[in-house]
Each structure stands twice: as structure tokens, then as C-alpha cells.
């Protein structure tokens, strides 16, 4: 038991969290922070 | 108080309708908004028109039937966005600015240089979407009726008016400044009825609310912490569901002309992490709330789950805060609805009406425009009066007929440079009957769900057809298109 709750439902509980948080959100941050900008390029379209 | 609050928010969205319409000029406008939206409109667009108001009754009703295990769903959305955006949209964008084109539709003609393709998939949209919202304005009739304390039908009327005049008045313009308003409401509402239920239930949110949460609900049904809700949970449908999710940015147009409209590639990244902060608040918000109406609420009155959010407000929450949850539900389901009117309108009129009668739909572009969501707010509203039962199928079949239908030659033209005509039209054809079919006739003797049949029938027909026709040469336009996915 964690937190009151099943060892199971914890792991679901943290499972969706750091899917949300860490590799969405974390991702998504990390993808921002790449130097390639290519709507230059596509703005001549 | 909550009238009042209601009457001014019905009465912002008609002027933002009113000034969505000074803006529109021209088809573009009208139908894409000009395609300059930024990360914030785009992800308040695609997320409000995805998150609609069934979750905000739904989640924490399912949540007080089902417990934790209702969270595995805030799995499935941020991947939704992941894959909408990450995966799909930038290629989607490019593909769609690639062939200059208004509607989803017109894109798939100039990719597989195919007629028959742009009218199939135009009358698909007209199905799918026409039936869809039959459904939409009978939840928005119920709704409204619920909220309001009127009868279905002047709900119904509310509802429908309020959302057909600032669709047809502003186009896709209107829809995305609503949906954005729309989102924010959502948002503040979901924050505020989950604070108000935690200061109900245990004097307020602290540290140590999860322990508390648990606590008590492991002396009210040990069920509840349960990782399958003690078998309320469905996992085999909860993965049908994920995979299905995945899909919805590219193979819903609804979904996809967020990411068509938006101001370059580069969007994407942003509008991604904004959708994901925008469900996970209300995924974590709805779900505990959820749980932690049985502290508030008397087990006895709660009939169907459902009901949780209506017994909710009065108890939790001030008239003012109840007022603006009740905003929010009402804007969850008026941004889906318009989302669905304006891309149905689109192909009705890009791709019907300009076929049909091209002369006198060039001479007035605007009016004819306006006469395609004009008949897509009436027609819906006509048969939510009393759906015919061949409206109920459409509306029962009506998701996995659009995902399904758009799936494969969607993903061929950012994926598979080989996709040819005949495999997409093949696949677009057999799903458009073989999802109906299913789904009304074989669905209950067989126990094997349409959408899974889809899943696993649409690429295995569009692979199976495409090495037939198979052509070892590409296009100089599609070699164009992939030299420039190069560039990402």
C-alpha cells in the first residue's frame, strides 16, 4: 500500500502522470528547444 | 445568479459570432480562418473540439462508479495530442499547404489525383459528421434542458440557435475564438468544483489529500481503489479505445482542421503542450472530484452517475461558481458541435456545391458558404426533434465511420509515398459499408466490436490493394511534397 491506495493502482496513478507530465509535456519542451525552425521554409508555400 | 451568468455567456458568443463575421471575407476565412493561428488558438481548437461535454457530466461520474481506474482514460488524451501533433501534424500541414487546397477532401484529390476520391470522401464527411451532430444537438438539447430547467425541446431550440448563428454568422473563425473562451471556461470550471468538493470533503486541498482520498474511500467500496474499478473496467476496450485515440488528429476531419489552419509547422510544438496542460487539469480535476463526491453526497440520490455533477454544484459550489461550471459544461458541447458544423458545411459546399453548380457558386462564394452551415445547424436540430431510427445508427456508427474511412489514405499521403488511388478509394468504400453493417447487424451475435473490425480492416484492404496496383514510379508532385517532409 501507497499513499492508502493498492501497489497496482499507485503504478496506474504514476503511469499516467509521467505520461502527461514527462513524456508529453517533457517532450513537447525538449521539441520547442530544437534550433531547426522550418516555418520559414514553409511559409513560401 | 446562475441564469444571469449563463444569459451573458450566450450573449459573448454571439458577439464574438458578430465579430468573427466583420473579419470573414472570403472561403479561406470562412473555412479555415485565414490559417493563421498560433499554438494557443490551435490547441484550445483541437482540445475543446476533442474534449467534449460528456466529460465534464462523464468523467467524474465514471469516476464515482469505477474509482482510480477511470484515470486510465488521462492516458489516452495526451497521447491523442502526441500523436496529432508530433507524429502527424507537421506532415499534415505541410501536405495540406503543399496542395493549396481548403478542404480535407480537395487534399486527397490532388494527392491520388482522384475525382471520385474528393466526392466519396466529401459525401463520408456529410454522413458521418451530418449524423454525428444529430447526436450532438440531441446531448446539447438534454443538456441545456437539464441546466436550464426547461423542456428538451426548448433546450433543444437554446442550444442550437446560440451555436448556429455564430457558426454561420463567422464561419471557422467564430468556432476557434469560441472554443478558445470555451476552453478557458472549461478549465476554470473543472479547478473550481474540484476545490469546492475538496474543501467539502476534508476542509480543503492539502498534502495530504491523496492518503485522506484513499482513506475514505477504502471504507465506503474497497472497489474503488481497485485497479480495475473491481471489474468495472474494461481493459481490452480501454486499449481498443487508446489505439483509436491515437488516430483521432489525423483520420477525424473535425480534429484535423485545427492543424490545417494553423500559422506554420512550427505551431505544432507549442499547441502540443498546451492541449496536454489543458487535459491533464481536467482529467486529474474531473476524476478526484469524482471520488470525492461520496463524502458530499448522499449514496442514496445519486440514481445513475451521471447525476454526480448536477447533485454536485448546488452543494459545493456558490451560484456564481455553480453558474460558471454549468458555462463550462454547456461550452464543452457548443465547441464540438460547431467544430463538426463548420467542417461539414466546408465539404458540402467546397466540394458539392462548387461540382454541382460552379457558376453560381463562384458569382456568390459567401452566401453559398452560409447556406452549408445554415443546413447543417437546421437539418440536425429537425431531426433531434424526433430521430428516425436510420439518424440513431448514424449517430451509434458515426465515429468509427469517419476515423475508419480517412484512416489509411490519410496516412498515405504523409506516410507511404507509394499509397495509390485505388487501394484509398478501396479502403474508403468497404469501411463506409462495412462499418455500418457491423455495427447494426453483426456487432451483437459475433461480440466483436466495429471498431476493432476497422482497426484491423482498413490497412489490411488498403495494403492488400495497393501491391496489386502497386506503381514503381512517384509522381513529381508527391516527390516534391516528400523532399520537403525532408526539411522537418
Known amino acids: ?45 | 445568479m446562475m441564469i444571469a451568468i449563463l444569459v451573458v455567456y450566450f450573449g459573448l458568443m454571439l458577439f464574438i459570432g458578430y465579430l468573427a463575421s466583420r473579419k470573414v471575407r472570403d472561403s479561406r476565412d470562412y473555412f479555415l480562418g485565414g490559417k493563421g493561428f498560433g499554438p494557443w488558438f490551435t490547441a484550445f481548437k483541437f482540445a475543446a473540439t476533442w474534449e467534449s461535454g460528456v466529460k465534464l457530466v462523464g468523467s467524474p461520474g465514471m469516476a464515482w462508479n469505477a474509482g482510480w481506474s477511470s484515470l486510465a482514460m488521462g492516458i489516452g488524451t495526451p497521447l491523442c495530442y502526441f500523436f496529432s501533433f508530433r507524429v502527424f501534424g507537421q506532415r499534415l500541414k505541410m501536405a495540406f499547404d503543399h496542395f493549396n487546397v481548403l478542404t480535407l477532401p480537395q487534399m486527397l484529390e490532388k494527392r491520388y489525383n482522384s475525382r471520385a476520391i474528393r466526392i466519396v470522401a466529401a459525401v463520408a464527411i456529410l454522413i458521418g459528421l451530418g449524423g454525428s451532430l444529430v447526436a450532438q444537438f440531441k446531448a446539447t438539447g438534454e443538456i441545456f434542458s437539464a441546466i436550464l430547467g426547461l423542456d428538451y425541446l426548448h433546450g433543444l431550440f437554446i442550444g442550437a440557435v446560440i451555436v448556429g448563428i455564430y457558426c454561420i454568422m463567422g464561419g471557422y473563425l467564430a468556432s476557434v475564438w469560441t472554443d478558445f473562451i470555451q476552453g478557458i471556461i472549461m478549465v476554470l470550471g473543472s479547478i473550481a468544483i474540484f476545490s469546492a468538493t475538496a474543501q467539502a470533503a476534508f476542509g480543503g486541498v492539502s498534502w495530504d489529500l491523496l492518503p485522506q482520498l484513499n482513506a475514505a474511500l477504502a471504507s465506503i467500496d474497497p472497489n474503488l481503489l481497485d485497479v480495475t474499478g473491481g471489474g468495472k473496467m474494461s481493459w481490452s476496450n480501454l486499449f481498443i479505445i487508446l489505439a483509436i485515440t491515437m488516430l483521432v488528429g489525423i483520420a477525424m476531419p473535425q480534429q484535423s482542421v485545427a492543424i490545417f489552419s494553423m500559422r506554420d509547422v512550427r505551431t505544432a510544438r507549442v499547441a502540443m503542450i498546451v492541449c496536454v496542460v489543458f487535459s491533464a487539469i481536467l482529467a486529474w480535476s474531473l476524476a478526484t472530484t469524482g471520488m470525492m463526491s461520496h463524502m458530499v453526497l448522499d449514496p442514496g440520490e445519486v440514481k445513475n452517475p451521471d447525476m454526480v455533477i448536477p447533485l454536485l454544484i448546488p452543494k459545493v459550489l456558490s451560484p456564481f461558481m455553480g453558474g460558471i461550471y454549468l458555462a463550462a459544461v454547456l461550452a464543452a458541447i457548443m465547441s464540438t458541435v460547431s467544430g463538426s458544423i463548420v467542417v461539414a458545411a466546408s465539404s458540402l459546399t467546397e466540394d458539392i456545391f462548387k461540382l454541382a453548380i460552379p457558376h453560381r457558386y463562384e458569382r456568390h462564394p459567401m452566401f453559398y458558404n452560409r447556406v452549408g452551415a445554415a443546413v447543417f445547424v437546421l437539418l440536425p436540430l429537425l431531426f433531434a426533434v424526433n430521430p428516425p431510427t436510420i439518424i440513431f445508427w448514424i449517430g451509434v456508427f458515426a465515429f468509427g465511420f469517419l476515423v475508419f474511412t480517412f484512416l489509411m489514405p490519410m496516412i498515405g499521403v504523409i506516410l507511404i509515398p507509394g499509397a495509390t488511388k485505388q487501394a484509398a478509394l478501396a479502403q474508403m468504400v468497404s469501411i463506409m459499408i462495412i462499418i455500418p453493417v457491423w455495427t447494426i447487424w453483426l456487432q451483437k451475435p459475433t461480440g466483436i466490436p466495429a471498431l476493432l473490425v476497422g482497426l484491423v480492416g482498413a490497412p489490411l484492404i488498403f495494403f492488400a490493394v495497393n501491391a496489386v496496383f502497386k506503381k514503381n514510379e512517384l509522381a513529381p508532385e508527391i516527390k516534391e511534397l516528400w523532399n520537403k517532409f525532408g526539411q522537418l
Open chain 1, 1 to 45: 500500500m501507497i499513499a492508502n491506495m493498492p501497489t497496482s493502482t499507485f503504478l496506474l496513478y504514476i503511469g499516467v502522470f509521467l505520461v502527461q507530465f514527462v513524456f508529453v509535456i517533457g517532450y513537447g519542451i525538449w521539441w520547442c528547444l530544437q534550433g531547426r525552425d522550418p516555418s520559414r521554409k514553409d511559409k513560401r508555400n
